[in-house]
């Protein structure tokens, strides 16, 4: 089990380009930063990212993230 998505993975995931995936990591790295956490350029923790682009609730309400 992956504990980080890598820029490859967002790529994969989200179809964006590599620019993209790495300006989305960077800003969900920003998030964890001033939450406290350390962080690790070009990746993001799976649970983290699950959590903003793909929560529970969204997916309860047939809501689909955008």
Partial sequence: MK?????DDVVSMLNV?????????HNLNEELKQQGYITIAGRVPTKFFDQRF???SQE????IPV
């Fill in 60 to 63: 309860a309400n047939g809501r």
């Fill in 54 to 56: 793909y929560s529970e």
């Fill in 3 to 7: 504990k980080f998505y890598m820029v």
């Fill in 17 to 25: 380009s590599t620019a993209t995936a790495y300006r989305i990591i």
